[in-house]
C-alpha cells in the first residue's frame, strides 16, 4: 500500500519497480540457479571439511545473505537433504568408472577401495546431517547405490565365491553398517583413514565367503 492507501503491484514499492522485478523472469531464474548452485558447492565443500557446520558459515561461503539461502532452502534439514543429493550424484557417477568385470569377490574390493575416498569425504558430512534427517531417509537415498552392490553379491553367490545361507537383503545390510562403522570409529579416533580400507575389504571376506 502506498502513503495514501493505494496498492502497488507485485515488485513494486513506493510506486517504484524493484532492480528485481525489473530483470526478466528468465533471468531472475537464471540468478535463483545459481545462488543455488553456489550454496550447494560451498555447502558441501563445508559439510565435507569437518563436523559443526552452521548455516551462517554456508550462506557466507556462498557469498549469499542468510535470507536468500532460507529463500532457497527454508530449514536445515532441507538444506542437508540437498547436499546428499549432490553428494550421492557425484558418487553414483564415480561408480561407473569401477570396474565390475571378473570374478564379483575381486569386483566388489575395487569398488571399497577406489570408492573409499568418497566415503571418507561423506563421513564428515554425514556427521554435520545425521541430527537433520530420519536414519530411514539416509538409508532409502542409498539405495541406488545399494542395488549395485546387491548385484555383484548374487553375482558372486551365482559364482560360488559368497555364501548363499544368509537372506541377501541382510548381506547387503551389513555392508552397509560396515562401512559406517568404519567412519564412525575414524571420527572417534579409534581407527585411521588409512587402515578403514584394508579392514573393510577383510571384514566383508570374512562375512561372505561360502
Do not use: C
Request: aromatic letters at 6%; glycine letters at 8%.
Amino acid at each position: 500500500m502506498g502513503p495514501t492507501g493505494t496498492s502497488y503491484p507485485s515488485g513494486m514499492a513506493d510506486g517504484k519497480t524493484t532492480a528485481s522485478a525489473r530483470r526478466p523472469s528468465g533471468q531472475r531464474r537464471a540468478d535463483a540457479q545459481r545462488n543455488i548452485d553456489k550454496i550447494l558447492d560451498a555447502g558441501l565443500r563445508l559439510y565435507s571439511s569437518r563436523p559443526g557446520v552452521s548455516v551462517a558459515e554456508v550462506a557466507e561461503a556462498a557469498g549469499v545473505g542468510r535470507v536468500t539461502l532460507y529463500g532457497h532452502f527454508p530449514s536445515r534439514t532441507e538444506l542437508a537433504k540437498a547436499l546428499m543429493g549432490r553428494a550421492f550424484e557425484e558418487t553414483e557417477a564415480a561408480w561407473q568408472d569401477v570396474d565390475t568385470g571378473g570374478p564379483a569377490g575381486d569386483a566388489l574390493e575395487r569398488v571399497l577401495r577406489e570408492q573409499w575416498y568418497l566415503m571418507e569425504r561423506n563421513r564428515n558430512l554425514r556427521d554435520n546431517i545425521v541430527g537433520d534427517v530420519s536414519p530411514q531417509w539416509l538409508r532409502a537415498r542409498h539405495d541406488p547405490i545399494l542395488k549395485r552392490v546387491e548385484d555383484l553379491i548374487t553375482r558372486g553367490r551365482d559364482e560360488g565365491a559368497f555364501r548363499a545361507d544368509l537372506p541377501l537383503p541382510w548381506m547387503v545390510t551389513a555392508l552397509y553398517s560396515l562401512v559406517h562403522a568404519a567412519s564412525d570409529e575414524i571420527s572417534a579416533g579409534r581407527l585411521t583413514t588409512e587402515e578403514a580400507p584394508d579392514i573393510l575389504v577383510a571384514s566383508l571376506r570374512s562375512l561372505y565367503r561360502p
